[in-house]
């Protein structure tokens, strides 16, 4: 099993920037994924998140993204997706996405991870 993340880079504040991580070796259909995000000196925090109700996807975004972030699927292609807006200086970190099998949107443990993928913001 393996997540691949691309789509990061620099970006001026106020742009925006797509996100891609690509899974690999099964099928995340019905699992829970999630785009995390960690600052240099910080903690990492989930930023959104997505999982299988049964009948819909239903999500999550932190506060500070929300409204600016959007998180989406393309199970043909087994890619989730973090679309980015009105990019911040703060929003600067580096971007892992995450699956785990889980209908849960909030989930303490993720069982697989990218290797992450650069975001830097510049005002």
């Known amino acids: 099993v393996q997540l691949v993340e691309s789509g990061g880079g620099l970006v001026q504040a106020g742009g925006s920037l797509r996100l891609s991580c690509a899974a690999s070796?099964?099928?995340?259909?019905?699992?829970?994924m999630g785009w995390f995000r960690q600052a240099a000196g910080k903690e990492r925090e989930c930023v959104a998140a997505?999982?299988?109700?049964?009948?819909?996807?239903?999500?999550y975004y932190a506060d500070s993204v929300k409204g600016r972030f959007t998180i989406s699927r393309d199970n043909t292609k087994n890619t989730v997706y973090l679309q980015m807006n009105s990019l911040k200086p703060e929003d600067t970190a580096v971007y892992y996405c995450a699956a785990v099998t889980s209908s849960s949107i909030i989930v303490p443990t993720y069982d697989y991870w990218g290797q992450g993928t650069q975001v830097t913001v510049y005002s």
């Open positions: 070796g099964r099928t995340f259909s019905r699992d829970a």
């Open positions: 997505s999982s299988w109700t049964g009948l819909t996807y239903r999500t």
